[in-house]
């Protein structure tokens, strides 16, 4: 599954990085530190681009997703599934935004765009995901995109399931 990812909301533009994206990537890879040098961006990149290579329909190495935000063009964050961890059963949904723009409702905007485009075009069975107990933004997000809550995981944070029959089921229901 070689092709990009382009997926468009409201407000976003979710999709494939390129190359082209080596500052935004410099400047967003840890939101919560420093940049990381350029030639570290391009490794980040390569190793995005070589995950990406490897998904196919029904199974997902890792996808990660520029977040854009259409007003400005600007690169301001991630989102994606990760199942590169070979015992969990299923990828982990991940977002990740600049500070500035939370509390806008971006995030569920991205993660339920991700969620519409694993179920309906990568055909996956079924998405976890997770969130640290001290950040309710995050397990709201989760919510507001009917994840199932499933208890505590294994570090004491939240954990959220939803499987392609019911993701679908909601779907009918809101249509």
Known sequence: MTFMVMIETANLILRTVTMADINGVASSWNLDKEPISRPEAEQKIKWMLSNHAQNVSGKVIHLCLAVIFKDTHEFIGWCGLDHTNEKDADPALFYLLKSNYWGKGLATEA?????????????????????????????????????????????????????????????????
């Open 111 to 175: 993660a339920g765009a991700l969620l519409d485009y694993a179920f309906a075009q990568l055909k996956l069975a079924s998405i976890h995901g997770g969130a640290a107990p001290e950040n309710f933004a995050s397990k709201r997000v989760m919510e507001k995109i009917n994840m199932k809550y499933t208890g505590l995981d294994e570090e004491g944070g939240y954990a959220f399931t939803i499987n392609r029959d019911e993701y679908l089921s909601i779907q009918r229901g809101q249509g």
